[in-house]
T-cell receptor
Framework: EPEVTQTPSHQVTQMGQEVILRCVPI?????FYWYRQILGQKVEFLVS????????KSEIFDDQFSVERPDGSNFTLKIRSTKLEDSAMYFC???????????????FGEGSWLTVV | RKEVEQDPGPFNVPEGATVAFNCTYS??????FFWYRQDCRKEPKLLMS???SGNEDGRFTAQLNRASQYISLLIRDSKLSDSATYLC???????????FGTGTRLLVSP
């Protein structure tokens, strides 16, 4: 089965440091997402990315966050100056078709667990 | 009102029981509906899509009521391995984002 891969699986960083989380979506997919889940809370949408630009972003996704697809395969989430409350599991996801959602599967990566200390 | 609401549970049931979860959504323009399963500290995994006519996959049955804006999931003959959190997921027009409910935790005991 195709899979979305994420690195690192776990990162500990000091408050104020920059973090880059990396994702390799499934190769022929077109839509990419970042979600986060604070421990014990629900999965929250951060941003969607299509055709090399942000399609939609949530209010959580402020100036501290950025995404890019630097080389056509990797899809990265950068957190510029981490805060304690950024500690969460960050999930990358991708989907193949934008023509028909029904019947398509959104594939999630295994997540990157970020701990800010 | 939350975009997607679920009873967080937990639902504690014995093996073999039938259990039902409901989910309500606030955006009447929502187009696609899914149930995902999430194990502790793992990624969400698609359990099933939810179609207007209702659909069944083995022990799992999903229903959609657009008029009342709710979705249901029925699990028959519960197994220990069904213990997980079940996430109701809704999309709006296009694929810009999925909206997740808080999830309903199911614990199946021997």
């Amino acid at each position: 089965e195709p899979e979305v891969t994420q690195t690192p699986s776990h990162q500990v960083t000091q408050m104020g440091q920059e973090v880059i989380l990396r994702c390799v979506p499934i190769s022929n997919h077109l839509y990419f997402y970042w979600y986060r889940q604070i421990l014990g809370q629900k999965v929250e949408f951060l941003v969607s990315f299509y055709n090399n630009e942000i399609s939609e972003k949530s209010e959580i996704f402020d100036d501290q966050f950025s995404v890019e697809r630097p080389d056509g395969s990797n899809f990265t989430l950068k957190i510029r100056s981490t805060k304690l409350e950024d500690s969460a599991m960050y999930f990358c996801a991708s989907i193949g078709s934008v023509q028909s959602f029904s019947g398509n599967t959104i594939y999630f990566g295994e997540g990157s667990w970020l701990t800010v200390v | 009102r939350k975009e997607v609401e679920q009873d967080p549970g937990p639902f504690n049931v014995p093996e073999g029981a039938t259990v039902a979860f409901n989910c309500t959504y606030s955006n009447s323009a929502s187009q696609s509906f899914f149930w995902y399963r999430q194990d502790c500290r793992k990624e969400p995994k698609l359990l099933m899509s939810v179609y207007s006519s209702g659909n069944e996959d083995g022990r799992f049955t999903a229903q959609l009521n657009r008029a009342s804006q709710y979705i249901s999931l029925l699990i028959r003959d519960s197994k220990l391995s069904d213990s997980a959190t079940y996430l109701c997921v809704v999309t709006s027009l296009g694929f810009q984002k999925l909206v997740f409910g808080t999830g309903t935790r199911l614990l199946v005991s021997p």
